[in-house]
């Protein structure tokens, strides 16, 4: 079982950055994958990006703007998110699942956070 907290939301202007952090229970983070997605009102769920090990991917809707990396030591994971967009509002969520093959499919992940809000004004 994997418990999973996200924080660092809020509200940030266009152009502004925002650090969102999951951190994860358990013993064996450095065996599972762990990934971020978004959900805004009235739309699907949207994968953000993913990290394994050393390797991260980021979705080509973010890229550029969005990194993610992960502290193993501190069973974190982290999103960092530069030059924020009225388009990026919506509730982030931490997704885990035990393996390592980086996967932006949502339903592969079994283990998820509660959320946290970005909201982005203009």
């Known amino acids: 079982q994997v418990q999973l907290v996200e924080s660092g939301g809020g509200l940030v202007q266009a152009g502004g950055s925002l650090r969102l952090s999951c951190a994860a229970s358990?013993?064996?983070?450095?065996?599972?994958?762990m990934a971020w997605f978004r959900q805004a009102p009235g739309k699907e769920r949207e994968f953000v990006s993913t990290?394994?090990?050393?390797?991260?991917y980021v979705a080509d809707s973010v890229k550029g703007r969005f990194t993610t990396s992960r502290d193993n030591a501190k069973n974190t994971v982290y999103l960092q998110m530069n030059n924020l967009e009225p388009e990026d509002t919506a509730v982030y969520y931490c997704?885990?699942?035990?393996?390592?093959?980086?996967?932006?499919?949502?339903?592969?992940?079994?283990?998820w956070g509660q959320g946290t809000q970005v909201t982005v004004s203009s």
């Open positions: 358990g013993r064996t983070f450095g065996s599972i994958v």
């Open positions: 990290a394994y090990g050393g390797n991260t």
């Open positions: 997704a885990a699942q035990y393996g390592r093959v980086l996967d932006g499919r949502a339903s592969r992940y079994s283990y």
